[in-house]
């Protein structure tokens, strides 16, 4: 069967992440049902990874298989299908090998905070008063020193099924960008909830809510951190992802 891959993006204000669930609605079950009713088929999508509900993505990976090679008109029927909250950009034939999830080499998030509230920006951005306040020297030594390790349990949810709390941080930190602060991070994997764990953990740090030596025993002893905080989920994008046949 011919699998293509798909790049996309989504608001994810009205959605409870990418992942189908049972009791609400999520971007891929809006995806699947529009690619099944354009194609007349069954379609099932592989996404790249999960994002939380709320969550949006500049830049998103999927592949699904279909039954037959698509042609012109069904590649724009599903482009043109989809809710305005979601973009798809483009559709191409890959190796059958090809897989969205375990291929990609390099997943990056920015977490965007306004330094000056706007009512433009508020469903992309945490707005917050305590923004002003916050020491970007602080918040920098904190980032420096998480991406100086190779394990995550601290960041990553209760009750997460995983095999291994390792990741491979490639970029870690924090720019003044007009008025947001931005928070960039990227590594070739992450753990549910851990982008918005990390940018919480670099806030109280700014904020002297948890030392420096706190978060270090934490990473060393890869414990629960005494004082955790996850920021809300709206100013979190997921903004670029790497594969080693896509350019």
Same mark, same amino acid.
């Not at 998103?60 to 042609?71: I, Q, R, V």
């Not at 602060?181 to 109280?204: D, K, W």
């Given at each position: 069967?011919?699998?293509?891959?798909?790049?996309?993006?989504?608001?994810?204000?009205?959605?409870?992440?990418?992942?189908?669930?049972?009791?609400?609605?999520?971007?891929?079950?809006?995806?699947?049902? +529009?690619?099944?009713?354009?194609?007349?088929?069954?379609? /099932?999508?592989?996404?790249?990874?999960?994002? @939380? %509900?709320?969550?949006?993505?500049?830049?998103?990976?999927?592949?699904?298989?279909?039954?037959?090679?698509?042609?012109?008109?069904?590649?724009?029927?599903?482009?043109?299908?989809?809710?305005? @909250?979601? %973009?798809?950009?483009?559709?191409?034939?890959?190796?059958?090998?090809?897989?969205?999830?375990? @291929?990609?080499?390099?997943?990056?998030?920015?977490?965007?905070?306004?330094?000056?509230?706007?009512?433009?920006?508020?469903?992309?951005?945490?707005?917050?008063?305590?923004?002003?306040?916050?020491?970007?020297?602080?918040?920098?030594?904190? %980032? +420096?020193?998480?991406?100086?390790?190779?394990? =995550?349990?601290?960041?990553?949810?209760?009750?997460?099924?995983?095999?291994?709390?390792?990741?491979?941080? /490639?970029?870690?930190?924090?720019?003044?960008?007009?008025?947001?602060?931005? =928070?960039?991070?990227?590594?070739?994997?992450?753990?549910?909830?851990?982008?918005?764990?990390?940018?919480?953990?670099?806030?109280?740090?700014?904020?002297? +809510?948890?030392?420096?030596? @706190?978060? +270090?025993?934490?990473?060393?002893?890869?414990?629960?951190?005494?004082?955790?905080?996850?920021?809300?989920?709206?100013?979190?994008?997921?903004?670029?992802?790497?594969?080693?046949?896509?350019?």
């Amino acid at each position: 069967m011919p699998r293509y891959f798909v790049e996309l993006a989504y608001d994810g204000s009205n959605y409870s992440g990418w992942q189908r669930q049972q009791n609400a609605i999520s971007v891929q079950e809006v995806i699947e049902e +529009k690619f099944s009713q354009v194609l007349q088929e069954d379609i /099932k999508i592989v996404g790249c990874g999960r994002t @939380d %509900a709320g969550v949006h993505a500049r830049q998103y990976f999927m592949h699904f298989d279909s039954s037959e090679n698509l042609t012109e008109q069904e590649h724009y029927g599903l482009k043109s299908v989809q809710p305005k @909250d979601i %973009a798809i950009y483009d559709i191409k034939l890959v190796q059958n090998e090809a897989h969205a999830r375990f @291929d990609a080499l390099l997943r990056e998030y920015k977490y965007h905070i306004s330094i000056i509230p706007s009512p433009f920006n508020r469903k992309y951005t945490w707005a917050t008063p305590r923004a002003r306040s916050l020491d970007l020297e602080k918040l920098n030594i904190a %980032a +420096k020193l998480i991406g100086s390790y190779k394990a =995550f349990y601290p960041f990553c949810k209760a009750n997460s099924d995983v095999e291994t709390y390792d990741c491979q941080i /490639k970029e870690i930190g924090w720019v003044v960008d007009g008025e947001e602060l931005l =928070f960039t991070v990227s590594a070739n994997r992450f753990l549910r909830g851990m982008v918005r764990m990390l940018v919480g953990a670099c806030i109280n740090i700014s904020e002297d +809510k948890l030392s420096i030596e @706190d978060l +270090k025993q934490a990473m060393e002893n890869q414990t629960r951190l005494e004082t955790s905080y996850s920021v809300p989920a709206q100013g979190l994008f997921l903004n670029r992802i790497s594969y080693p046949y896509i350019s």
